[in-house]
């Protein structure tokens, strides 16, 4: 592994991000819009919900909403980093170069941590403010839980630019897809136990899941939920595994019918 | 001599098309070695298997003394190239692209190098302007300074003086040769301008619908054609190939 391939993904997207008032906002202007969907959504919610002790619906919907967004930003800077040298017709420059399919996604995951942390970083005292939501309440089980969520992100990612080399730039719309299609089998905003039974276990292997009924639990039940964190971080692990071969064979298929070519023709 | 690139019998298919049909060529030290060719005559795709952006459907590519399909990385990193269809990132500045490039291609030093390609290539003037913002010969200016980030003792120039005006790309090719023949490299040049070609080259491989038909050095060529100049050997070749090998 060569730190200065990874430093040199890394340096080239923080530019990007730190001069692009649009990537700006993609990064903190959509998260604040929707904290105020969501945060007025739950003060209605608990208001005609039931006057349950456990239920505490600001830790739960906004905390559910925090960790969601911070998957999808995770996924999407990953994607959107690959995108990027699509977009500018630069990727050939990028395969040419020495740098390695490890060092690369490894740049691209770093983007995708830093860009997350400060999101997170950001949203979580405005989340305090206007809603009074500490999201520390849940205890030190977030910090699994994030790790968690940042993964998962990266996994879709991996296949998502997979996706594009294979199928050219026109297939850039399955990056900010894929979560979007995982969202409501996630059981993100309601238990697992609202699916029909064939779902639920067709859903057991989505890591996103295990995360998210796992974090209710904690706020519900105030237990360690200890099978969540392993099952998702099991599951994060194959899923990552599992993403970077699903993009190298793509990258094998790619140099061998010429499609490398393609994604600066398209 | 030593020799820096060994193409043996290099082959690819798409299907039912022949790309590249046999190809075999070899590039020695301090060599200057054109590709000549009509459209579709297998020159991009001869460059792009030897950046591994293409894998070859047969054949073996020694860059080196090395298999380039086992020593990928090492091998790139000893290498460069720049072409009209692979333009730098228009989002960063010029002098933000060249240090990019130096980190990908793992140069400590990154900015002396980068000072070093900014002095070199007279770029001072749009060293903190966007590449998106300058004109196509500007960017093609910076992808030959880039091009050079990592000293490269191989250097594939895919018709590196396409949108430059004879003033400049007269002044680049002359940089360029300065450049490679200080570092002892190797130039595998392609270009459709025939006075350029003759003026830089050592040696010329004529290509038609992926074979060579020709390789020898441009008066050789010449004499053997009974032609005055590429131009009309180009034309020949282009209307019906004859077969011309050392």
Redesign the interface.
């Given at each position: 592994m060569?730190l200065?391939?990874v430093?040199?993904?890394f340096?080239?997207n923080v530019?990007?991000i730190r001069?692009?008032v649009p990537k700006l906002f993609a990064l903190f202007g959509f998260i604040t819009v929707e904290l105020f969907l969501w945060g007025f959504i739950t003060l209605w919610v608990q208001t005609i919900g039931p006057n349950d002790a456990r239920l505490d619906f600001i830790l739960l919907i906004l905390s559910a909403f925090i960790f969601w967004s911070m998957f999808e930003l995770s996924q999407r800077s990953f994607s959107v980093s690959f995108l990027?040298?699509v977009w500018?017709?630069?990727v050939?420059?990028?395969?040419?170069?020495?740098?390695?399919l490890g060092e690369l996604v490894m740049g691209f995951a770093l983007v995708g941590v830093v860009q997350t942390l400060l999101a997170f970083v950001y949203i979580t005292p405005i989340a305090f403010l206007l809603y009074t939501l500490n999201i520390w309440d849940m205890g030190l089980y977030i910090i699994p839980f994030f790790m968690n969520v940042l993964i998962s992100g990266w996994g879709i990612g991996v296949v998502a630019i997979g996706l594009v080399v294979r199928f050219g730039p026109s297939a850039d719309i399955l990056a900010f897809f894929i979560p979007f299609l995982l969202l409501p089998f996630s059981a993100v905003y309601y238990p697992v136990s609202v699916f029909p039974s064939v779902l639920q276990d067709i859903t057991f292997i989505l890591p996103t899941r295990h995360i998210f009924e796992g974090m209710r639990t904690a706020i519900t039940e105030g237990l360690i939920p200890y099978d969540s964190i392993i099952w998702a971080t099991t599951l994060n692990i194959v899923f990552v595994v599992l993403g970077f071969l699903f993009l190298h064979w793509m990258l094998?298929l790619a140099?061998?019918?010429?499609y490398?070519?393609r994604l600066?023709?398209d | 001599m030593s020799t820096i690139v060994s193409v043996s019998n290099l082959t690819k298919q798409?299907g039912s098309l022949t790309a590249v049909d046999h190809v075999s060529f070899e590039i020695r030290e301090g060599e200057i070695v054109s590709l000549l060719g009509p459209n579709g005559a297998g020159k991009?795709?001869i460059i792009?298997m030897l950046?591994?952006?293409?894998?070859p459907s047969s054949g073996d590519i020694q860059i080196f003394g090395k298999a380039l399909k086992e020593h990928?990385?090492?091998l790139?990193?000893m290498m460069n190239?720049t072409?009209p269809?692979?333009?730098?990132?228009?989002?960063?500045t010029t002098r933000?692209a060249l240090?990019?490039?130096?980190?990908?291609?793992?140069?400590?030093n990154?900015r002396e190098r980068v000072s070093f390609l900014i002095d070199e290539f007279d770029l001072g003037w749009l060293a903190n302007k966007k590449v998106?913002q300058l004109s196509s010969g500007e960017q093609m200016r910076i992808g030959i300074a880039?091009a050079f980030v990592n000293s490269p003792g191989l250097l594939l120039l895919d018709e590196p003086t396409a949108s430059l005006d004879p003033a400049i790309a007269r002044e680049l090719r002359a940089k360029i040769l300065k450049l490679v023949r200080k570092a002892g490299g190797a130039i595998l040049w392609t270009s459709h301008n025939m006075r350029e070609i003759e003026q830089v080259s050592d040696r010329i491989i004529f290509l038609s619908r992926g074979k060579i038909v020709a390789d020898d050095s441009p008066d050789n060529l010449k004499n053997y054609f009974g032609e005055e100049d590429l131009e009309e050997i180009f034309i020949s070749i282009n209307r019906e190939p004859l077969s011309k090998s050392s």
């Open positions: 060569n200065l391939h430093l040199g993904i340096y080239r530019i990007l001069r692009s990027e040298e500018s017709r630069n050939i420059n990028i395969f040419a170069s020495p740098i390695k094998r140099r061998n019918r010429g490398l070519s600066v023709q | 798409y991009t795709t792009q950046l591994t952006l293409v894998s990928r990385e090492e790139l990193s190239f072409a269809y692979s333009v730098l990132p228009y989002n960063l933000e240090k990019v490039y130096s980190l990908l291609y793992g140069i400590r990154y998106g880039k």
